[in-house]
């Protein structure tokens, strides 16, 4: 729904299955929603009173006296300012909690060595992609009683997509502050459109058809060709799995537990995203580009796959372009809406060697809060929310119709509602362990070095051997 502002109102965080628990339920009945959401929902009295698995080792929530916690989190400066915003209302919360915060490069390497040390902080920001082999090998503390303190049942407070990464073997491990799908759309430059008589979708192309007409009429040939289009991308991947959910198949069996690629569908889609645009629409270079973001901001394409990311970029670095950059969300391959696939957004966990775990408790708490939640995605350019709770914050309204990529999320926060976001899946390994493989493969069949049937080949041989290894990982610890 939407307000009179024109924000699109989430309703109700999709369940389990992907698809939204409570859409169309009338707005006068949002009142009792809310309250569902943010407290004890009658569905949800058996997890709040409950104890699962290794529940007696957790830690209560209380904390007193004075304390001083450390959390390591990422060098972003975007996030930077989130932190700082999080740490000021908890320290006027709790003035006897103290946070001192370190940012970390090569985050996922020190944190190994940490955890193998046992000098861990208390606290670590983590990404949603590769937590299960963390969570296997005993790295972060179980979350359960962290939840029922806060009275919330993260799966149905969390959009699905958002909390499946941070979930396993049915215990909450960490809590996501991001849905997972966003930032896999189109970064159009506007200026250029306005060239050949094209403006940006209010939503994005109906179809693959008419954003490859589009692409067409971008080319400028001459001592130095602009290009219409780019796929070229380090999450390529998700886009092809996005597509054949679109046209009906999944890109991962999870009867057969292997990736499935060599298929009508599957074949289809690889000529269709990375074959056709170099050599049957010549609107890319069969060498693709190297650096995507800076061609679209230097002029020498006109679209590409990419993330919302590049316009905050493009004004800190005072681009001459930044005023011209759009971001839209990806066409369907087929249907009438695209499923978005991701690979799990920003979140945070708990060491499990921290010593001051239960006043750490208490500090996740307020993150699980709506407070928490709107505080960091108000800061972080209005990323997709993992909690539809954000959503009917005032302040989320005020401050999101003012960042440049507005109109796009509009779209996103829609997709939300209807269910058609979802993470990669934990059963198919962490996704940033395929993006070479699927780069490699897809670039030479950018190349013509390959055939469709053969990329489908080769990526479902090698994929498969990479989640193999993904499995005996899992495995291994015995926990």
């Known amino acids: 729904m939407e307000s009179r502002t024109g924000m699109v109102h989430a309703v109700g965080a999709p369940d389990r299955t992907g698809t939204s628990a409570r859409a169309g339920v009338e707005r006068q009945s949002f009142t009792r929603r809310r309250v569902g959401l943010l407290g004890i929902r009658a569905g949800a009295l058996a997890w709040l009173a409950g104890c699962g698995p290794g529940q007696a080792q957790q830690p209560a929530v209380s904390s007193t006296g004075p304390v001083e916690l450390t959390l390591w989190r990422s060098t972003s400066a975007v996030q930077s300012k989130a932190w700082t915003r999080l740490l000021d209302e908890w320290q006027a919360k709790q003035p006897q909690t103290k946070i001192s915060q370190e940012e970390i490069d090569d985050w996922r390497t020190k944190f190994a060595t940490a955890v193998a040390a046992g000098t861990t902080p208390d606290i670590g920001q983590e990404l949603g992609s590769g937590t299960q082999v963390k969570f296997a090998n005993g ?15 993260p799966k149905k407070y969390f959009y699905w997509s958002a909390y499946e990464p941070w979930e396993f073997k049915g215990a909450p491990h960490g809590v996501p502050f991001e849905d997972t799908g966003p930032g896999f759309g189109m970064v159009l430059r506007t200026d250029f459109l306005t060239e050949v008589g094209a403006a940006a979708p209010s939503g994005r192309y109906k179809s693959w058809d008419e954003a490859y007409d589009l692409g067409r009429k971008l080319v400028r040939r001459g001592e130095k060709t602009r290009w219409g289009w780019s796929t070229r991308a380090n999450w390529l991947l998700l886009w092809i799995g996005g597509a054949m959910v679109d046209a009906g198949q999944e890109y991962y069996d999870k009867t057969k537990q292997k990736f499935q690629f060599t298929t009508p569908v599957g074949i289809d889609v690889l000529k269709k995203l990375i074959w056709d645009p170099p050599n049957l629409h010549a609107i890319e270079p069969p060498e693709g580009f190297r650096n995507y973001e800076e061609s679209i901001k ?12 590049v316009l905050r970029n493009a004004r800190t670095e005072g681009r001459d372009s930044a005023p011209f950059l759009d971001y839209v969300v990806r066409p369907p391959f087929k249907g009438n809406e695209p499923t978005v696939v991701g690979h799990g957004g920003w979140g945070v966990c708990l060491f499990r060697g921290s010593q001051k775990k239960e006043p750490a408790s208490a500090f996740l708490q307020h993150l699980i809060s709506p407070k928490g939640q709107t505080t960091w995605i108000t800061s972080t350019d209005c990323y997709a929310t993992a909690t539809a709770a954000v959503y009917e914050s005032p302040e989320f309204n005020t401050a999101c119709q003012q960042q440049p990529a507005y109109a796009y999320m509009k779209n996103v926060w829609t997709a939300q509602r209807q269910g058609k976001m979802r993470y ?9 362990d395929y993006y070479s493989i699927v780069n490699r493969i897809t670039d030479e069949l950018r190349a013509s070095k390959l055939a469709p049937r053969q990329a489908a080949e080769q990526l479902d041989e090698q994929m498969n051997v990479k989640l193999g290894e993904y499995k005996a990982s899992l495995g291994a610890t015995g926990k």
């Not at 790295?139 to 049942?153: F, H, I, M, N, S």
């Not at 230097?298 to 990311?309: H, L």
């Not at 990669?424 to 940033?432: L, W």
């Open 298 to 309: 230097v002029g020498d394409v006109a679209m590409a796959i990419g993330s919302q990311a």
């Open 139 to 153: 790295w972060y503390e179980p979350l359960t009683r962290v939840y029922q303190g806060a009275k919330v049942d």
């Open 424 to 432: 990669f899946g934990n059963e198919a390994g962490s996704p940033n």
